[in-house]
């Protein structure tokens, strides 16, 4: 099995300082006879977000009744996305992409991992797309590759995380970005060395070279080896100003069992800034093009615990960003809070396959067939409840 090819720190740092790192990585003519001009981008939330508190059902009295804590600032002037729910007020700032139909939340889904909820089970089953832990090894987004028509890039598909992520693992190629601990010093010397390794990133070299304040930046992160969710996305759109149409990239934190009030409202301003750092950095044009979808292996537990938190539950939200499909509403079906309610009397109940969503979008920005999607990319997956989002 082929991997992913891995780039490293340095592969990373020239894509952050806004030099177009698609212009070391494309070559003009083979971009110019591949089709398609759409963006995918999957973001993957590791720990298990509480879509319940992210998206907040916060006039429903069972609601209030199983997280007095959590629920204490819910009627402070809400943020009101249809009738009874709610953003979270650490997502106030994608609040305008609402209005402009440029957000959409996908309302109790699930992968078929249901009652275990172990955190490794659960994201193995969402990057490998399948129902259950298999011996399959590679992930949804590689096979997806190897269903487009025509000859591919390197650099069509790309992931950056701390781990390869198994969504792009397989017999496709793939380009993969994670930093190197054990990098440290600066000046021209290192970085020739450095990349010597990699002369795709070559004319990128060339251009920081040209201009002091980004070749200061460089060497400012080869000392501190600091990467935020921010600086991905900075590099993510800049993959996708290339020769990139498909990329994925995660965020950890999201395991909140205790103290989950502030410690969520941090994690949620993050994410809402990177969303807008994606939009910011593709621009209007590219961004029109994109679809971006949020993941996450499982929700959480619809009461808080007694520690100010919650733990591993089942039904999530979903986030849907960008220019590509009708924003402005919640899709799926929402299941109710009460007792009868809840799946096996704890979690919220999934009323929607999580894999519905990429299919779909998949289908729009890529073309692929009903019949591949569930054979090949999504074994098992049913396409026939259509939330004809797109």
């Known amino acids: 099995m082929v991997t992913q090819k891995t780039f490293s720190r340095r592969s ?13 990585l494309t070559p003009a003519a083979v971009w110019a006879e591949a089709p398609g001009d759409r963006r995918l981008v999957i973001l993957v939330l590791r ?27 819910a009627d402070k002037q809400p943020l009101e996305l249809t009738p009874g729910f709610a953003l979270h007020p650490g997502m106030r700032d994608l609040y305008p992409l609402w209005r402009s139909e440029e ?9 078929p991992y249901r009652d275990k909820r172990s955190h490794f089970e659960g994201q193995d089953i969402l990057e490998m797309g399948t129902a259950t832990v298999t011996e399959v090894q590679d992930g949804w987004l590689n096979r997806t590759l190897a269903l487009l028509p025509g000859g591919r890039p390197e650099g069509y598909a790309v992931a950056v995380a701390r781990e390869q992520m198994l969504l792009l693992r397989g017999d496709k190629p793939a380009l993969f970005w994670s930093p190197e601990n054990n990098l440290r010093g600066d000046g021209s010397s290192l970085l ?17 070279r040209e201009a002091d304040d980004i070749a200061d930046e460089v060497r400012k992160n080869l000392k501190s080896n600091k990467v935020t969710p921010e600086t991905s996305a900075k590099l993510v759109a800049e993959m996708l100003q290339g020769e990139a149409r498909i990329a994925a990239f995660s965020m950890g934190g999201w395991d909140t069992h205790s103290g989950q009030g502030a410690g969520l409202n941090r994690g949620l301003k993050e994410l809402a800034n990177v969303l807008l750092t994606l939009r910011r950095a593709l621009g209007p044009d590219l961004w ?14 619809a009461a808080e615990n ?14 849907l960003a960008g220019g590509g499909f009708h924003g402005g509403r919640l899709y799926g079906s929402w299941p109710g809070l009460t007792e009868g309610d809840l799946y096996r009397g704890r979690d919220l109940m999934p009323t929607q396959d999580i894999r519905l969503y990429p299919a779909f979008a998949l289908r729009a920005q890529f073309g692929l067939d009903d019949s591949d999607l569930t054979g090949t990319v999504f074994p098992g997956l049913d396409m026939s409840r259509d939330p004809k989002f797109l």
Do not use: C
């Open 103 to 111: 957000l959409a939340f996908a309302l109790a889904v699930a992968t």
């Open 192 to 208: 020739d060395a450095l990349y010597a390794e990699e002369p795709l990133f070559t004319k990128a070299l060339g251009a920081a």
């Open 47 to 73: 720990g298990g977000l509480d879509g319940l508190d992210m998206l907040r059902p916060y006039d429903d009295p069972n609601w209030k009744a199983m997280r007095p804590s959590l629920s204490q600032d």
């Open 306 to 319: 007694g520690t100010g938190g919650t733990d591993h539950g089942t039904g999530a939200t979903t986030i």
């Open 288 to 301: 029109g093009k994109t679809f971006v979808i949020t993941m996450t292996e499982f929700g959480r537990t």
């Open 12 to 24: 990373f740092l020239l894509g952050t300082q806004g030099l177009l790192l698609g212009t070391a």
